[in-house]
């Protein structure tokens, strides 16, 4: 259809240049996350077509402002795209092999994937160690956040995640059929992550996604305690990326989260 009719194309895709690995990475993570839609998960921007020039042709979106029952649909679904699962903690999408990539598209980072038994050793290994090794002088507190977590003290006995993976508001879109994913880098954790992402920089009606997402997920009362150690995905990400503030902020959530 795109061949005889080009113009078609521009009209229903948008053109994105994400060339080599990276590309491929991004087209593998929203294969995954387009098959859990199709069991009732969220939507996405999925990936009509690439090309040898390295675009990815991804649906289109038309914009829409969000209301209350969109945010609370797009809870429910986000927690049915998370029970879609994972090979392990720390496993790529299906089919994919090696490390992924995280962070803004200028300053790609690697992900170093890796299967784990445990959420809490996965968090340790591939997520929080690499992301302080690339902060200098690190963040204090990681060392013993990291022993913490290795031992097991933040394990809850839920099965891996079929996570977005960089869910701040920037990759949540919103059309007039709802919520719709884009940018993920997706791999098995643990569903609180993607909620710990959206706390960072907010959403729209943040408080009626997380209700609706806690209801279909099933999460025990206190849940919400749990989000800083959540949060420190993104808060090591931008320390390893921007340094900064973030550096500050990430230690003194380790130091909360060290209380719990």
């Known amino acids: 259809m795109f061949t005889t009719f080009p113009h078609l194309v521009e009209a229903t895709t948008f053109k994105k240049h994400n060339p080599g690995r990276p590309g491929a990475w991004e087209q593998s993570c929203l294969d995954w996350?387009?098959?859990a839609a199709g069991h009732g998960g969220v939507p996405v921007a999925g990936v009509r077509a690439r090309t040898d020039a390295g675009n990815l042709l991804l649906r289109r979106v038309t914009s829409a402002r969000p209301d209350a029952p969109a945010a609370e649909e797009f809870g429910r679904r986000l927690a049915v795209t998370h029970a879609s699962g994972a090979a392990s903690f720390g496993s790529g999408p299906a089919g994919w092999h090696g490390p992924g990539?995280?962070?803004?598209?200028d300053s790609l980072l690697e992900l170093p994937l890796a299967p784990h038994p445990t959420w809490g050793s996965y968090y340790a290994d591939v997520v929080l160690a690499p992301l302080a090794h690339r902060v200098p002088g690190g963040i204090r507190g990681t060392d013993l956040l990291l022993?913490?977590?290795?031992?097991?003290?933040?394990?809850?006995?839920?099965p891996p995640a079929r996570l977005h993976g960089d869910?701040?508001?920037?990759?949540?879109?919103?059309?007039p059929q709802g919520a719709v994913l884009i940018d993920p880098s997706s791999h098995g954790g643990h569903g609180l992550t993607d909620l710990g992402f959206l706390s960072m920089f907010g959403a729209p009606h943040l408080d009626r996604i997380f209700d609706?997402?806690?209801?279909?997920?099933?999460?025990?009362?206190?849940?919400?305690?749990?989000?800083?150690?959540?949060?420190?995905?993104?808060?090591y990400l931008h320390a390893a990326v921007f340094g900064g503030g973030y550096v500050a902020e990430?230690?003194?959530?380790?130091?909360?989260?060290?209380?719990l």
Request: charged share 20%; aromatic share 10%.
């Open 101 to 105: 990539y995280q962070g803004p598209n």
């Open 147 to 158: 022993e913490r977590l290795t031992m097991g003290d933040f394990d809850d006995g839920r």
């Open 212 to 235: 609706a997402y806690a209801e279909a997920a099933e999460l025990p009362s206190g849940w919400r305690e749990l989000l800083p150690l959540h949060r420190l995905h993104v808060l």
């Open 250 to 259: 990430a230690a003194s959530t380790v130091r909360h989260v060290l209380s």
């Open 33 to 35: 996350l387009h098959d």
């Open 167 to 175: 869910l701040w508001s920037g990759n949540l879109m919103w059309s």
